[in-house]
């Protein structure tokens, strides 16, 4: 799976190895507008994300425990609970402010850093060590910069997918290594 933000004691859970992070996005809140200089992440927030959204879910649990979690069917009903106030906030990935940017004023809604970062690796089966081996290195391999490219280029959603379930199908980015010369 890629991307994945999981704790050691969900990837077990799970049965999987999580390699070194290959990237890592800033996370912004979508709060209203109007009501943006009264938004502190300090405190008991209502955050808006979807049922199968494992990443951010992770991150409220490290970030963020006095925090509540509303659970919405879609990216768009996080957005609109927000707009509309059932949630004080939707969490976003800085890959995606500029594609959402239209979307957010139409709502009403401004991005504010958390000031935290989230990072991102690949999740293989705890069964699977060569693969393991070989995407972990790889991740130490990319520079970040190739990533973080690819990713605001090519990646329309990657932290925070519509309809999808912990880090698949969520499309594909190409970084070309050359094997041979990971050592």
């Known amino acids: 799976m890629f991307p994945?933000?999981?704790?050691?004691?969900?990837?077990?859970?799970?049965?999987?190895?999580?390699?070194?992070?290959?990237?890592?996005?800033?996370?912004?809140?979508?709060?209203?507008?109007?009501?943006?200089?009264?938004?502190?992440t300090i405190g008991e927030v209502s955050v808006a994300m979807t049922e199968t959204d494992r990443n951010f879910r992770t991150f409220v649990q490290e970030y963020y425990t006095d925090w509540t979690e509303s659970l919405f069917e879609s990216?768009?009903?996080?957005?609109e609970a927000v707009a509309s106030g059932e949630a004080d906030c939707a969490l976003l990935?800085?890959?995606?402010?500029?594609?959402?940017?239209?979307?957010?004023?139409?709502?009403?809604?401004?991005?504010?850093s958390t000031g935290q970062s989230m990072s991102f690796?690949?999740?293989?089966?705890?069964?699977a060590d060569s693969l393991y081996s070989i995407l972990n290195k790889t991740?130490?391999?990319?520079?970040?910069?190739?990533?973080?490219?690819?990713l605001v280029f090519y990646h329309p959603s990657v932290c925070y997918p519509s309809g999808r379930d912990g880090g698949r199908d969520y499309g594909k980015i190409e970084c070309k290594v050359d094997l041979r010369t990971v050592r």
């Open 139 to 150: 991740a130490l391999y990319v520079p970040e910069s190739t990533i973080n490219s690819a």
């Open 4 to 40: 994945v933000n999981l704790s050691s004691y969900e990837a077990e859970q799970l049965g999987l190895l999580e390699t070194e992070p290959i990237m890592q996005t800033e996370v912004y809140a979508a709060v209203k507008s109007d009501k943006r200089h009264l938004f502190s």
């Open 75 to 79: 990216r768009e009903a996080c957005l």
């Open 93 to 112: 990935c800085n890959y995606e402010l500029g594609r959402l940017d239209d979307t957010l004023e139409e709502k009403g809604l401004t991005a504010i």
């Open 121 to 127: 690796g690949f999740a293989v089966d705890s069964h």
